[in-house]
């Protein structure tokens, strides 16, 4: 007798993955430690990966809690291009730890918001959004009440939900070194010049994004007692890497360090928990299925088979009655990505 | 002349006018409506027949679509007053936000125009290639009334030039109700017109119906190139 005998079939290579189908190994994958319902508030917020969560959640039901929607007369398509819909409030994608910890600072008057804008052409992009207008403000006043608002927004979200749900992108950031602000996307690729006396890369460490994640829960929960956080991996490569390392092997450390960070978060703290989608993506038992051509793009199939793995999971733990599956047509292959515009720097 | 008119409620109080004038030496009349903007779903315009009649849709002897020299369409949810989450008082209480950019109102109000009913019409008569004979009208402006809406004027004109401005790129004569309606400050329809039914601050009274009646003929010789003559001026 030792212990592992008492260990489950899924605790052994040969029962859980090896004798299996790829597409049976997700049955047992994650054990929920939330009983998430259809009344409840579910924010969503991340890299590009996260915006097929809400729209998941929106497909079968769930309570996917907007609190800037678009606003009335707006159609879908057009809704989409202005980032509405995309995350819970009109962020863009926070890629980062960091870049969390700072709309959450901005949103909880812990830091105030800076006024940098950026000017092209006449048209004026939001630095923290440079996305999120796709021809730009009309003025920086414009701008700016619009930022206030989406953080008025964010904040209404924090404030307001059952549950949290963030997806880890990256760990590669660009920050104003004289500031001590974060921008998402490296300053001279969507809009703004590139200063290189102001503007510094970091590759984020664990320590770092450790304390980042837990100072942002701190926050979170001195003003939302009840809220839960269920933290994600982003399976995506990164587009590039500023390091010297080859860009495969920058994405290994990188998602490496933050699945590291979520696995700690998520064992230590009752109201965290890590859903495994970076694994059901990337994981060598999947051989890559789930990647188009470019091995970077998850495939709608891949999207799909995450996204009812996550439903599928906490019916089977919880015996709760979920919608059916994801519908291929509900799953948007259009992502907003503002970091994919660094793919027009490789040659 | 012939012509046709395809709208929804506002068209009784022009086809009211008709009880009273006789107007048939210069044009013959015929309505097709529904309330709302279902005119398009109880109207086949393909086979040009009616679809279905309820209590809610007046379809008189309609004749084919090309034997009309002019068509007009008219209200069809460009403007629409009525109680409910879709219409318009909603667009424009949520344009006049501060924190949306004027790129978002912009589309908000192109959206709103090109998602219509009354576009869903045009379009429809676009494919059976009768634009060029086409009018295309908004339903009069609400009725003034003390209630204050929360809008701002610049909303409602950045509305009103979007309007005419995506109906003018399909190809249509835009014609504007008549501004004599109109209120000075051009947000409202003057009470002086409003239907006699208590809380309707939506539709005019066959006063304001005889008003609009005129222009909707006199355009109609205007686009065929033809004059009126004197009598018409005393009608």
Redesign the interface.
Known sequence: MNPYNNQPTRAFWKPAVASRSMYEINDDIWKPKFNIIPSNRVSTYGSCFAQHIGRALKSRGFGWYITEPP?????PK?ANA?NYGIFSSRTGNIYTSSLLRQWTEWAFGFKTPPEEVWEKNNRFFDPFRPNI???G??SDT??L??R??TIQMFKKSVMNSNYFVFTLGLTECWVNEEKTYEYPICPGVAAGDFDEKKHKFKNQQFQSILKNLSEVFNIMRKFNANLKFILTVSPVPLTATYSANHVCVATMESKSILRTVAGQLAANRPYVDYFPSYEMINSPVYKGSFFEPNQRTVSKFGVKYVMDTFFQSISNKFGTHQKNQTNLEDIDDDMICEEQLLEAFGQ | MNILIIGNSHVIALEAVLKHINISDYANLDFIAAAGGQVIEHYDFTSMTVKAKDKNALAFDIKNLDEYDVIFVYGLRLRSWADG??NWL??LT??S????????KQ???K??VT?SAHCRALQLLGKLNLLDRVISVPSPLPIERESNFQFKNNDLRLYESSMAKEIQKLGVKFLNTPSELNCDNGIFTKRLYKTSRDDDFNHIDEVGGKIVLKLFVENAYELKGRDLDKKWSEL
Do not use: C, I, W
């Open positions: 606003p009335f007369g707006l159609n057009n202005f207008e796709p021809e403000f009309e414009e701008l009440r619009s206030a608002h | 989450t879709k909603r667009l949520e344009a936000a501060e924190y949306l950019s004027a790129a978002v589309q908000m109000f959206d709103y998602d």
